[in-house]
């Protein structure tokens, strides 16, 4: 907002053209004027942009695709990592701002954020989170008698694994509706209330199985190590985790509130110790190539997989050269 009101140059549309080739970073802009609705994504496409329009011919904008459907409007297209449009009485007008950029659409999207009914950048969510799944059966190959998952969003993938693997999925944990995402709760206690809150075992369709238990991912692995004692303390024999994402060693500084990196259990923990730490009998995380080919309609190399290896894709002198992510909000305050 500062460097659109600062910008010198004259009509809107420039002004913040002008701002966007300031900014390196992750982010997507929807912005209204009494007369335009203009949409921006940035230059790498880290994060999700999409155009539709109503029957009645009003044009929409929206990060998921899903949010289209809500409003019963047709999908037109994605707008473009580096892309600005502008929604006028006359139409759509495409502003191209920066196209040189090597592209890095956020590979968590897929796995964890975006809505399973979303299509992005034309790869269905749903498709890729049944993908891990299935490919997590084939590298994992555990032996259990059901499947269940960390529901909602180790469902998708968990039905994956148990159509790979031919074991049965059933509801072995039962999401309470009314709470949100624990790991964005900001504190421990908080996080560990809201676990409490939010699942529960069903004992009749744990106990005395062998229980595959899918999730999405491990963060800091409190949540983890609660969930396998729930099971525990349901009669379940014993309990596999899979998780369909490699584990996250490195903090997100693109806009994802993932932890800083001592708080990740994965960047000081083998997947043995972590294994030991949440109290499972087995564990197996999706491995990068992996996961590479559940996005396949997209370019794997055109995504940034930084939280997992740590090749952040914005390398400008600028990347802190710590583990704390929240050094350029520090820098700021001083
Ligand atoms: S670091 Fe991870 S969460 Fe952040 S943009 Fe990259 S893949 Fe997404």
């Not at 694994?161 to 944990?173: K, M, N, Q, R």
């Amino acid at each position: 907002m500062n460097l659109i009101a600062r910008s010198r140059r004259e009509r809107v549309e420039d002004r913040i053209i002008d701002s966007l080739k300031q900014i390196k970073g992750a982010y997507c802009l929807t912005i209204m004027t009494e007369d335009k609705l203009i949409g921006a994504r940035d230059p790498q496409g880290f994060r999700p942009l999409c155009l539709g329009k109503t029957e009645e011919g009003s044009w929409v904008l929206s990060s998921e695709s899903c949010g289209l459907d809500v409003v019963g409007a047709e999908f037109i297209r994605d707008i473009l990592p580096g892309e600005m449009v502008i929604i006028d009485d006359e139409g759509v007008h495409s502003y191209p701002f920066a196209t040189e950029e090597k592209k890095a659409a956020c590979v968590f999207e897929y796995i964890y954020f975006a809505r399973p009914d979303s299509v992005i950048d034309g790869q269905s969510v749903h498709d890729a989170r049944f993908m891990m799944g299935r490919v997590l059966a084939r590298e994992a190959q555990f032996k259990g008698d059901i499947v269940i998952s960390v529901p909602d969003s180790g469902t998708t993938a968990a039905t994956g694994y148990a159509y790979e693997s031919g074991i049965p999925f059933v509801e072995g944990l039962i999401k309470n509706r009314y709470i949100g995402r624990t790991f964005i709760q900001p504190t421990q206690k908080k996080r560990d209330t809201a676990v409490k809150l939010k699942l529960n075992a069903i004992r009749s369709v744990v106990e005395g199985k062998s229980v595959i238990m899918v999730d999405d991912s491990i963060v800091r692995g409190t949540t983890s190590g609660k969930i396998v004692r729930m099971l525990r303390n349901a009669g379940a024999k014993s309990v596999h985790m899979c998780i369909s994402s490699p584990p996250i060693g490195y903090p997100c500084f693109y806009g994802i509130d993932t932890s800083v990196r001592k708080e990740l259990i994965a960047a000081t923990k083998s997947v043995e110790e972590i294994r030991e730490f949440i109290g499972a009998d087995s564990l197996h995380f999706l491995s990068i190539e992996g996961l590479k080919q559940c996005v396949s309609k997209l370019n794997a190399d055109d995504m940034c997989y930084a939280c997992f290896n740590s090749a952040y894709p914005i390398e400008d002198g600028t990347k802190p050269a710590g583990d704390d992510k929240y050094v350029f909000e520090q820098r700021k305050k001083c």
